[in-house]
C-alpha cells in the first residue's frame, strides 16, 4: 500500500520515456560517481579561471584607460591616441593615390545642403567691400608676395561644375551641385604657391620650389583649415561661389568658400578671407580640438 504522503508519480506513456526515467532512478556505479564528481569540479575550476580571466582583462583595461588618461596631450588628446591617428594617416597618404576622383553623380540627385556651423560667419561681414588675400609663398626670410582679387577676379576664371557628396565627420552626408574655381587654375593663372613665380605645370609632381601646406582662414579669423598641397591641388579642390545653381547664401559661406570632395566637410571652409602657402602645417580649428589633421585623404 502506499503511503497517502507519498508524492503521486504517473508512469509515463512514452516507452522510451520510462526507460529514461528508469535509468534516472537506477544507483551510480563507484566509476561513473567519480567520473561525475570530477566532471563537477573541472567546471568549477573552469568558472572560477574565466571569473578571474574576466577580472584581470577589466583590470587591465581600466589601467590602460588611466594611464590614457593621465599621459601627456598632443595636440588636444592623449599622445599615445595622437600616435594612432597619425600612423592611420600616414596609411591612407601612402596608400591611396592623391589623384584619386572622389565620386560624381547626376545633378539631378543634388539636395538641399542643411545648415551646420557657423564658427567664422560674424555677423558684421560686409559682402559688397570683401576681398580675397593671398599670401604667396616665401622662404624663410624672404618677403612674402601678397594679392587681393574680386569676386569678378575668381569669376573670369575658368569656371568648374561637379556633382559630389559632402560627408560630415558628425556621420551624415549630401549630394551636392558646386560651380566655381579650381584652385589649381587659380594658382597656374597667379602663381603663388612657388617662390619663383612660376607656375605649377605637372599637379602630380610640384617643383621644389613650391609650398607644402595651404592655410585658409575666414575674414574674422575665428575659423581656419589647413591642406595638403596635393589636397589643394586636386582636381575638385574648388574655389566655390555657387550651390544648387544659385549663388552662395551668407550661412552657406558667401561669396566664397573652399569645397574639397575627399575630405570631411569641417574642411570645406566658409567664407574664405585669406589663403597663405607655407612649408609647415598651418593651424587648423579642429585639429586644435583632437580631430585628425588631414581630414581625409
Not at 588636444?76 to 596608400?95: A, C, E, H, Q, S
Not at 569678378?152 to 552626408?173: F, H, N, Q, V
Amino acid at each position: 500500500m502506499t503511503s497517502p504522503d507519498a508524492p503521486h508519480q504517473p508512469a509515463p506513456d512514452n516507452p522510451a520515456e520510462a526507460a529514461r526515467a528508469a535509468a534516472d532512478r537506477t544507483p551510480l556505479t563507484p566509476a561513473q560517481a567519480q567520473a561525475e564528481q570530477a566532471a563537477l569540479r573541472g567546471a568549477a575550476t573552469r568558472s572560477r579561471r574565466a571569473f578571474l580571466g574576466l577580472g584581470l582583462a577589466g583590470l587591465a583595461g581600466l589601467a590602460g584607460w588611466r594611464y590614457l588618461l593621465h599621459s601627456p596631450d598632443a595636440d588636444g588628446i592623449p599622445r599615445d591616441l595622437r600616435k594612432v591617428l597619425d600612423f592611420n594617416g600616414k596609411l591612407t597618404k601612402d596608400y591611396f593615390a592623391h589623384t584619386r576622383l572622389a565620386p560624381e553623380f547626376a545633378r539631378s540627385r543634388a539636395r538641399q545642403l542643411r545648415l551646420n556651423g557657423n564658427v567664422g560667419l560674424g555677423q558684421d561681414f560686409d559682402p559688397a567691400t570683401w576681398k580675397l588675400t593671398v599670401q604667396g609663398y616665401a622662404p624663410a626670410g624672404a618677403p612674402a608676395r601678397r594679392q587681393e582679387f574680386t569676386l569678378a577676379d575668381i569669376k573670369a576664371l575658368p569656371r568648374t561644375e561637379m556633382t559630389t557628396e559632402l560627408k560630415c565627420i558628425e556621420g551624415w552626408s549630401v549630394i551636392v551641385h558646386w560651380a566655381g574655381v579650381r584652385l589649381s587654375d587659380f594658382l597656374a593663372r597667379y602663381p603663388l604657391a612657388t617662390s619663383s613665380g612660376q607656375p605649377i605645370a605637372d599637379l602630380r609632381q610640384p617643383p621644389a620650389d613650391a609650398a607644402k601646406f595651404v592655410g585658409l582662414v575666414t575674414p574674422d579669423e575665428q575659423y581656419y583649415v589647413g591642406l595638403e598641397m596635393y589636397a589643394a591641388l586636386h582636381p575638385q579642390t574648388l574655389l566655390a561661389y555657387e550651390l544648387n545653381g544659385v549663388p552662395l547664401t551668407l550661412a552657406h559661406g558667401a561669396p566664397l568658400r573652399l569645397v574639397t570632395p575627399l575630405k570631411y566637410g569641417v574642411k570645406h571652409l566658409k567664407r574664405i578671407g585669406t589663403i597663405a602657402f607655407a612649408d609647415q602645417r598651418p593651424a587648423d580649428y579642429w585639429a586644435e580640438q583632437g580631430y585628425d589633421w588631414s581630414g581625409g585623404h
